[in-house]
T-cell receptor, first 113, second 112 residues
């Protein structure tokens, strides 16, 4: 298995632009998580899905952030419009209901200038 | 609300030493606990997973223990090497097995 796959690895965009981050979970995993990591705040859970349904989005910072999971093998995290304070590394993780732990992708480093 | 704390925040030791990283959590009703390693600019690599019914797990030079009643876990690294330098994160998976909550990590530096 190739693990959790995220794209792009790096993204540099101008303030106000729309940004879309992508994630492909491990096949057979039914839970998917989006995290944001910064030096100041560490790892923050943004949203998670169970069987493609959003369960808890209380960590999504603002309405500018939205996430979708149209099927079991794909999820997106969208920021529109982006702001410099959104600059961070965004991680996607998947799990088979936590029983065997969580597997993380390599992350997307987002820089908003 | 579950809170996970890791002490110390940073640790520097000479190569060859055995060391212990600490993790504490406030709610003992957990599903399991997972230790991760993160290298600078990289993602998280799972090291050890301890189920709530287990007391410890071992992988090579690493040993993780879990004491649910006291809300503590330790990661023991034997015969440390410069390649062990990284940030080590402790994460608790809640009792519903639906959420993982991270500590802030311990930044470990092994001096040659």
């Amino acid at each position: 298995d190739a693990g959790v796959i995220q794209s792009p690895r790096h993204e540099v965009t101008e303030m106000g632009q729309e940004v879309t981050l992508r994630c492909k979970p491990i096949s057979g995993h039914n839970s998917l998580f989006w995290y944001r990591q910064t030096m100041m705040r560490g790892l923050e859970l943004l949203i998670y899905f169970n069987n493609n349904v959003p369960i808890d989005d209380s960590g999504m910072p603002e309405d500018r952030f939205s996430a979708k999971m149209p099927n079991a093998s794909f999820s997106t995290l969208k920021i529109q419009p982006s702001e410099p304070r959104d600059s961070a590394v965004y991680f996607c993780a998947s799990s088979a209901q936590g029983a065997l732990g969580y597997t993380f992708g390599s992350g997307t480093r987002l820089t908003v200038v | 609300k579950q809170e996970v704390t890791q002490i110390p925040a940073a640790l520097s030791v000479p190569e060859g030493e055995n060391l212990v990283l600490n993790c504490s959590f406030t709610d003992s009703a957990i599903y399991n606990l997972q230790w991760f390693r993160q290298d600078p600019g990289k993602g998280l690599t799972s090291l050890l997973l301890i189920q709530s019914s287990q007391r410890e797990q071992t992988s090579g030079r690493l040993n993780a223990s879990l004491d649910k009643s006291s809300g503590r876990s330790t990661l023991y690294i034997a015969a440390s090497q410069p390649g062990d330098s990284a940030t080590y994160l402790c994460a608790v998976i809640d009792s519903s097995a639906s959420k993982i909550i991270f500590g802030s990590g311990t930044r470990l530096s092994i001096r040659p």
